[in-house]
């Protein structure tokens, strides 16, 4: 179901006429919260984000996410407010956390705002935000990068690697929570269409595809469920904070249009 109400929000926001900024923010804020009180992340959400894109095809974008006292996250909102999917990336943990980090690669359409809203499990909301220029390649219609008939054969196949500890990012409260988990990175083969692209030899567009969920488990118990968007790079790479007694993951994916695919890993040692 929560699948739905985002797609149906997502849906909703295309029609909408082109906003300035600030009214962007306004309008996705309404959809998604409502009246409800939004507080300031200062000290709880640090993003991590270029001042300008080398590539608007494929960006990173991060944060690192400390739970205020006496509560814990329950789930992370990634909005680009001027994208045509604003609403690009959401994190619904299984079972909320003292912290979360993220970092995945994003097209980014145009220069816009970008948002991070973490929700506690005490249901309060926080939100940060920084800007992100781009470089002018209009992300969301630029051509595939692979030949469509490899990205078909390839989609799903999926990598799953351990890299290290999470980068601190303060030195305070976030930086040492940090410290004591590591980070595990899953790239995943999809071309992740966005609809707006167009095939360079029949000039036709390219049927909207991309990935829809990306559900991973630690040690057989569910952590957390990503819902995705068009925001999605093609063959998006998804980097995640995870503790580091963290022995096996497991990570399937699921695309708008049906296709599923699994991937293992274990983690003895680590």
């Not at 797609?7 to 900024?21: D, G, I, K, Q």
């Not at 894109?53 to 006496?70: K, M, N």
Request: proline fraction near 7%; charge should be negative.
């Amino acid at each position: 179901m929560k699948h739905l109400t985002l797609a149906a929000a997502l849906l909703c926001w295309t029609a909408l006429p082109a906003l300035a900024s600030n009214e962007a923010w306004a309008s996705v804020k309404e959809q998604l919260y409502g009246e409800r009180v939004m507080l300031s992340g200062d000290g709880i959400i640090a993003i991590d984000a270029p001042y300008r894109t080398y590539d608007d095809a494929r960006t990173d974008l991060a944060a690192q996410i400390a739970a205020p006292p006496g509560a814990q996250i329950a789930k992370v909102t990634v909005v680009l407010d001027e994208n045509p999917m604003p609403v690009s990336a959401v994190f619904d943990l299984d079972t909320p956390q003292p912290g979360f980090y993220f970092d995945i690669t994003m097209r980014v359409n145009g220069p816009t705002p970008m948002h991070v809203i973490a929700e506690t499990s005490d249901g309060r909301l926080f939100v940060s935000e920084t800007f992100v220029k781009t470089s002018g390649q209009g992300a969301c219609a630029a051509p595939p990068g692979t030949d469509p008939e490899i990205a078909l054969a390839t989609l799903g196949q999926m990598n799953i690697d351990v890299v290290g500890t999470v980068p601190g990012v303060d030195g305070g409260k976030l930086t040492s929570l940090a410290s004591r988990l590591s980070r595990m990175d899953v790239d995943i083969s999809h071309p992740s269409h966005s609809g707006m692209q167009m095939d360079q030899i029949s000039l036709l567009f390219i049927p909207m595809r991309y990935v829809e969920t990306v559900e991973i488990d630690l040690d057989g118990a569910g952590f957390v469920d990503l819902t995705g968007s068009i925001s999605l790079s093609e063959n998006p790479r998804l980097g995640l904070a995870v503790p580091r007694s963290t022995q096996s993951v497991d990570v399937t994916m699921i695309d708008t249009d049906g296709s599923v695919s699994h991937a293992h890993k274990d983690l003895a040692g680590f």
